[in-house]
């Protein structure tokens, strides 16, 4: 067996769960059982309550990167606060390493209000879309704009795009850690307790 193209290009779980959902339904049936299981178990996990691929766009992932090219990280640590979305020091310190020694204390909290600040622009952006009566009611549907464009750019080329976002930065800086969200069909404080128990049983 001969790799041809060895990680071409990284994706996120939002893109992965966009090309998921862009598979033609008709031939899932002709994949291999395997694959099908694979890809039916991936799309559960990514649709999942404890993940926030659900509740980001094409938009708000465009934020976040071209945000986070403020910050001297890797394409790695990047991808991981993408799929993350963390809001607290604890789990942003898990994701980037030696945080402490590359960083000062104030770029955590930039980090944790840039993310905060894009959950908001994607929960502004699905509360519009389901409000619309022309508007898809699948969340991808918000991000066929900017189909076929890399999210994970260059670092020099990131950092040219990230200035054009210097006053939505600006406001963020200025209004702190104060954002709300609008999620309905997502309850991040409650669990089912029967599913977990099914969960146990199966374990």
Request: aromatic letters at 4%; glycine letters at 6%; charged letters at 30%.
């Amino acid at each position: 067996m001969e790799i041809l193209n060895p990680r071409t290009s990284l994706l996120s779980n939002r893109e992965l769960l966009s090309l998921i959902q862009e598979s033609d339904t008709s031939t899932t049936s002709l994949l291999p059982a395997n694959q099908r299981s694979l890809s039916i178990a991936l799309r559960s996990y990514l649709t999942s309550t404890h993940v926030d691929t659900a509740l980001q766009t094409h938009t708000s992932l465009r934020l976040l990167v071209h945000g986070l090219a403020r910050w001297d990280l890797t394409k790695a640590e990047k991808l991981q606060i993408v799929n993350l979305m963390p809001t607290s020091l604890v789990v942003l310190y898990t994701v980037i390493e030696d945080f402490e020694y590359r960083f000062p204390q104030d770029s955590a909290n930039g980090i944790l209000a840039l993310v905060q600040a894009c959950q908001a622009e994607a929960g502004t952006e699905l509360v519009a879309a389901r409000g619309s009566p022309d508007a898809s009611s699948k969340p991808e549907a918000l991000d066929r704009d900017g189909e076929g464009e890399e999210l994970f750019l260059p670092e020099a080329e990131a950092e040219g795009e990230g200035e054009g976002e210097g006053e939505m930065q600006g406001e963020m800086e200025g209004e702190g850690m104060e954002m709300e969200m609008e999620m309905e069909e997502f309850d991040w404080g409650e669990l089912d307790d029967r599913e977990i128990d099914e969960d146990r049983e199966e374990v």
